[in-house]
């Protein structure tokens, strides 16, 4: 099979038949083989009615419906699990992202060799209170992750070797990270695509502001598990050496300070009338916290089951 098409979707009713319709024909006029499995995330509206009639009139529709609402990320990594396509493509369901682009994903990932390519919708039809934040948040994006030439990480619509969705796990709210995933899996080759963004014509959004905060602290949950997962006292334990050594260094120093006093008959402070020996204290203490604190990581580590699981690309 050529192409698998996952639409995660909540509460979108009204655009699924033109949705369904629009990707029949780019399909059919580029003589694709292909499936398209809509995943209904928990709908309380008639999603999954409106699923189960298209499937009765295209054969190759797929639906997965959830028993509640479990977000985006989850309705993708059951999307990815069951497709079967050579190459995968993700987009939204309320029709701001076109299956026009299709085609175009669909090549550069089989002729240009790409692992992910990720559209970019340059020309947005939002507020400023959502392009702004965004902005924000894919400039931090590139910063800690290290993929400089995606502008729009967020962007629904996206192309996938294979091989990318059966190696990432995607969960949470992971769904904004998965070129971060997917580069942290070990594939390198990420590209771009400028594509369309479309006014939504039914129903209202379903991410509010808090998206962003959200977005943010799971970045830094994917660069501390994709960086020290497997190794979690070399991030722990080197953090905790380094303040204990400063609390001890300041100890010592406040020491050999008032030994020195002593020495030329000065008048000294107690030790502990002075503020850097707390300071020093606290230090100590937290560094051999931190450094307990990795140790225990590293147990963890060692005793998970995944501990050795590494993805292989080719044998021989």
Not at 195 to 222: A, C, M, Q, W
Request: include cysteine; aromatic fraction near 12%.
């Amino acid at each position: 099979m050529d192409i698998s098409v996952v639409v995660p979707l909540y509460n979108e009713a009204e655009s699924l038949p033109e949705l369904v319709e629009w990707i029949r024909k780019v399909m059919e006029t580029n003589k694709f083989s292909y499936e398209i499995i809509l995943v209904d995330d928990g709908s309380n509206d008639s999603s999954w009615e409106v699923i189960e009639s298209l499937q009765k009139l295209n054969a190759a529709i797929r639906g997965i419906k959830f028993r509640r609402n479990y977000g985006k990320s989850a309705a993708l990594n059951v999307g990815f699990a069951s497709a079967q396509g050579n190459v995968v493509i993700t987009m939204d369901a309320d029709l701001q992202d076109s299956p026009d682009e299709i085609p175009e994903l669909y090549r550069k990932i089989t002729e240009e060799k790409y692992d992910l390519v990720s559209g970019w919708k340059k020309k947005r039809h939002d507020p400023l209170s959502k392009t702004i934040p965004t902005r924000l948040f894919n400039s931090a994006t590139r910063k800690m992750s290290g993929i400089h030439n995606l502008h729009d990480f967020n962007c629904g619509l996206k192309a996938y070797k294979r091989d990318v969705v059966k190696c990432i796990e995607v969960y949470g709210e992971m769904h904004r990270y998965i070129p971060v995933l997917a580069k942290w899996a070990g594939f390198r080759k990420i590209g771009e695509q400028v594509v369309e963004h479309r006014p939504r014509k039914y129903g209202t959004t379903k991410f509010g502001l808090s998206r962003f905060i959200n977005g943010f602290l799971d970045l830094l949950s994917i660069f501390f598990v994709g960086k020290f997962g497997k190794r979690p006292m070399h991030f722990f334990g080197s953090m905790g050496v380094l303040s204990f050594l400063t609390g001890l260094v300041m100890t010592v120093w406040i020491i050999a300070e008032k030994l020195i006093d002593i020495a030329n008959n000065v008048k000294f402070r107690n030790v502990t009338e002075q503020p850097l020996f707390f300071i020093a204290l606290v230090a100590i203490i937290v560094g051999f916290q931190l450094f307990l604190t990795g140790f225990v990581a590293e147990l963890v580590s060692r005793n998970a089951s995944e501990r050795n699981s590494y993805n292989i690309e080719k044998t021989i």
